[in-house]
């Protein structure tokens, strides 16, 4: 069966250092990979989807940047952690069909 | 762009039914689905509609419309466990992205 994985669960930051989130799928290939965020008591903002490797889009202009050097794997970095960046991030697949499948989210607080 | 309006807040009783509309824009569409998130959770899907028409899922029901860019989530005997948040959320082509609303909040009280 289908899984994935994001780590970590929690993590606190300070301004200005550097992010690195990542989030693996396994029993799947070539997933459909996405990264939200969710401010406290928010919707979910959806930040960048990937269709295979090497393929970004993004959805918001900002701090934030993705990559997908793995088919299964997808990374979510920062070069520079702003205050702003605080949240809820999740990591998602999909088989191409309707269902997204989330994994457990790491919640960062930048201090 | 793509935009998809859902009311903040709904409360209710257990037992009762309580329906969760959702109104979309989008510049393409492949369908209308439903997540469902409890506090501190992950969301975890519900439903689906790519087609006009009413979908059953045990105690759960999704609808669209898609002349009316609408679509509504019924949730029917209300257990406390049903107090959560609802999005709906659309993509405009399969594999691409998936945008969603910002969330219903409901609150099942005894």
């Known amino acids: 069966s289908q899984t994935i994985h994001q780590w970590p669960a929690t993590l606190v930051q300070p301004v200005g250092s550097p992010l690195s989130l990542e989030c693996t799928v396994e029993?799947?290939?070539?997933?459909?990979l996405y990264w939200y965020r969710q401010a406290a008591g928010r919707g979910l903002q959806l930040l960048f989807y990937?269709?295979?490797?090497?393929?970004i889009s993004s959805e918001v202009p900002q701090n934030l940047s993705a990559s997908r050097p793995q088919d299964r794997q997808f990374i979510l970095s920062s070069k520079k952690l702003l205050l702003s960046d605080s949240g809820f991030y999740l990591c998602?697949?999909?088989?191409?069909?309707?269902?997204?499948?989330f994994g457990q989210g790491t919640r960062l607080t930048v201090v | 762009g793509q935009s998809l309006e859902q009311p903040s807040e709904v409360t209710a009783v257990e037992g009762a039914i309580v329906q969760i509309n959702c109104t979309y824009q989008?510049?393409?569409?492949?369908?209308l689905s439903w997540y469902q998130q409890h506090d501190g959770g992950a969301p975890t899907f519900l439903s689906y509609?790519?087609?006009?028409g009413l979908e059953e899922t045990g105690r759960f029901s999704s609808f669209l419309s898609r002349s009316d860019s609408y679509g509504y989530l019924l949730l029917q005997e209300l257990q406390m466990k049903d107090s959560a948040s609802y999005f709906c959320?659309?993509?405009?082509?399969?594999?691409?992205?998936?945008?969603f609303g910002k969330g219903t909040t409901l609150s099942v009280s005894s």
């Open positions: 998602a697949w999909r088989p191409g069909g309707a269902e997204a499948f």
């Open positions: 029993g799947t290939s070539n997933p459909n």
């Open positions: 990937s269709v295979g490797i090497g393929q």
């Open positions: 989008t510049s393409g569409f492949y369908g």
């Open positions: 509609n790519a087609l006009d």
């Open positions: 959320a659309v993509s405009n082509q399969a594999g691409t992205a998936l945008i």
